[in-house]
């Protein structure tokens, strides 16, 4: 896959990422069909399998339950070898996700970060919106405590991942990257994601096969083909089936490159 650049941030990302979702949580997830959580070693095959296909952007979560350690026990030792993403604001535990934007809470949540994913740096982290998106950026400390973050150079780049059109366009004012919903099914970020290519501000699709209800062929080429995307990041627990869906990945659209 020929990697695609991130905005004006530096960081290069393959055009599929790899969605860590489901090596760490299995609890109130919006996917179509339950799973069971892997074991570890069953994630140490999946992830070195994920980075030897070529595989070179990871995105995970504290919202992500196991997520971060896993991935830091299972390729901490591979670190160079790909672009990282993470988020702050929302935690999972005991079956209920709770969120705080506060500066003390950024700062703790990227420190754990760091710790679990056995890095020095963290390449992107993004605003895990819990709908709210306009009042986090307005209201919380939450972009000020990013920005002291990565000027302290904890944090390569920020961003957000939100949840709505308007909280998405407000980014664009601060974000070196944002992350958005976008599919067949769904293209009212399009819009944005045009303006973000516009800004230099890098954009991330999540959900691009609507957590597995569209048939990957269509879905991962349509997003692909987009200007302005840089990946699209695709979860899953079979190996092979991420082999087959990088297949689908497609030449840079112009503007991506």
Not at 152 to 160: E, N, S, Y
Not at 180 to 189: G, Q, W
Not at 207 to 228: D, Q
Not at 240 to 249: G, K, M, V
């Amino acid at each position: 896959m020929t990697p695609r650049q991130v905005g004006t941030t530096g960081l290069a990302v393959t055009p599929i990422g790899f969605g860590a979702f489901k090596i760490g949580r299995n609890e109130k997830t919006k996917y179509a069909e339950q799973y069971a959580l892997p074991d570890e070693q069953a994630v140490a095959l999946l992830l070195n399998g994920i980075l030897d296909l070529g595989v070179k952007y990871i995105d995970t979560a504290p919202a992500y339950g196991l997520s971060e350690e896993r991935i830091g026990r299972s390729i901490g030792h591979r670190r160079g070898e790909f672009t990282l993403s993470t988020k702050v604001g929302e935690t999972f535990d005991q079956g209920r996700s709770t969120y705080d934007f506060s500066a003390a809470a950024v700062r703790l949540s990227v420190e754990r970060s760091l710790r679990r994913l056995r890095t020095d740096v963290l390449d992107i982290v993004f605003i895990h919106s819990n709908g709210d998106d306009v009042e986090i950026q307005r209201a919380t400390d939450a972009v000020a405590t990013l920005r002291e973050l990565k000027e302290q150079g904890l944090v390569r780049a920020i961003g957000l991942s939100g949840k709505t059109l308007e909280g998405a366009r407000l980014a664009l004012e601060w974000a070196d990257a944002i992350m958005v919903e976008y599919h067949i099914d769904d293209v009212s970020h399009a819009e944005v994601i045009a303006a973000a290519a516009g800004r230099g501000v890098g954009v991330v699709v999540k959900k691009g096969l609507a957590s597995g209800r569209l048939a990957p062929a269509e879905a991962i080429t349509f997003v692909l083909r987009t200007p302005g995307v840089a990946s699209l990041v695709i979860g899953g627990l079979n190996l092979d089936h991420f082999r087959t869906n990088i297949q689908f990945a497609v030449p840079p659209a112009d503007g991506c490159s």
